[in-house]
Nanobody, 115 residues
Framework: QVRLVESGGGLVQAGGSLRLSCAPS????????MGWYRQVPGKQRELVAI???????NYADSVKGRFTISRDNAKNTVNLQMNSLKPEDTALYYC?????????WGQGTQITVSS
């Protein structure tokens, strides 16, 4: 069982920046892909950004050029630097890890961007 611990959520004004971090509890190795998803009430959870163990990244079109995902393979941590935040970025953000074919999720951290 993999438990993911997220940190860094909060309230920010439009145009501001936040940084999310996620780390698995315990000694976990060789996590394939790690990423961030977000969800607003009444909508499906959507991909924000993902990064493989080899460093390949993929971003939602809505965040390209504003968000940057990074990863420390030695620590199995993943970070999401979010710049130029917009009110439409407001959502519950979830950390995700693909480990031996199973998707694991964090509990979510709220990001609220005020206009």
């Amino acid at each position: 069982q993999v438990r993911l611990v997220e940190s860094g959520g909060g309230l920010v004004q439009a145009g501001g920046s936040l940084r999310l971090s996620c780390a698995p509890s315990g000694s976990i190795f060789n996590i394939n892909a790690m990423g961030w998803y977000r969800q607003v009430p009444g909508k499906q959870r959507e991909l924000v950004a993902i990064i493989t163990s080899g460093g390949t990244t993929n971003y939602a079109d809505s965040v390209k050029g504003r968000f940057t995902i990074s990863r420390d393979n030695a620590k199995n941590t993943v970070n999401l630097q979010m710049n130029s935040l917009k009110p439409e970025d407001t959502a519950l953000y979830y950390c995700n890890a693909l480990y031996y074919g199973i998707n694991y999720w964090g509990q979510g951290t709220q990001i609220t961007v005020s206009s």
